[in-house]
């Protein structure tokens, strides 16, 4: 039962505080365990054993610490080791973070401040983004949404339900390392191919199950379920990763939306492939209802994982 309270409890802290940033967050400290432990490996010859040594070193201390750490509190007392875990369930999860930062590109967008508007979408998004125009920039935060609906929120939420908080960060370590050093350029493609495959492997069963989840989610908002079981089924695999496309497709098809196509790394343009039907133009009101869509998409997958639990008892 401790995991379910760890789980409900963490869940609705976020939803209600998200991520003040005066607090400690265990994602900062694995982020910052990345860039000290890439210069320690990066020593070495062979880039991607170097860099497959940093994941796992990354992977196991992220489950070992928190692991050690909750069983010494719980010998202590049971009730500190509930808080402890509580709180590090809480930060585990990102819906009012996502929710939040792309909300500070939806209003700029309103009041027809571009600048600003591309500038934080800039802190959320990998592309570049300084010469978007409005439609551009809203398509950009609504893909955000959709995408880290499933490794911000849903996913987190099951491997906290099948391992609790250390299988949880493990995850986020993933997440991480992926997010990190998981790119196909010029200096990560062997260094970060580890982690980056390891990351498909991990999200490949939450994408899926998350684009179920964000399907109920539409039905239950109203929204266009028909079209979005229509869109997943034809447009789920329309990007290089084998997840990222599952919640776009969705949410593409949802809203009746156009999303991804052609953008721009470092400079360099690069050919994607659309997801969803391009049956009207994307307007800011579309980040808001990406939000629902996600929330939607999180409160399912709570009430699921948590009958998934119940079962595991």
Known sequence: ?????????????????GDPRFLPHPICLIGSGISKGEKIFRKMKNEFIGGTLLSIAIISLSFAIPFFL????????FYLGLI???FLGYQIFAAKSLKTESMKVYYPLIDGDLPLARKNLSYIVGRDTENLDGIQIAKAAVETVAENTTDGVVAPM??????????ALMYKAI????????YRNEKYLYFGKFAARLDDAANFIPARVSAVFMIASAFLL??????????FLRDRFNHKSPNSAQTES??????????????????QLYRKPTIGDHNREIVPEDIKLANKLMYGTAIIGLIAVCLLRLLMI
């Open 84 to 86: 402890v875990q509580i």
């Open 70 to 77: 909750l069983r010494l509190l719980e010998s202590i007392n």
């Open 158 to 167: 099951i491997f906290m339900a099948l391992g609790g908080v250390p299988l």
């Open 175 to 182: 997440n991480t390392l992926d997010s990190m050093i998981g």
């Open 1 to 17: 039962m401790t995991i379910l309270i760890v789980l409900i409890m963490g869940f609705l802290l976020d939803m209600l505080f």
């Open 222 to 231: 109203r929204l266009d379920a028909r079209n979005a079981v229509k869109i």
């Open 250 to 267: 969705v949410c593409a098809g949802a809203l009746n939306i156009q999303l991804a196509g052609d953008a721009s790394y470092f400079g």
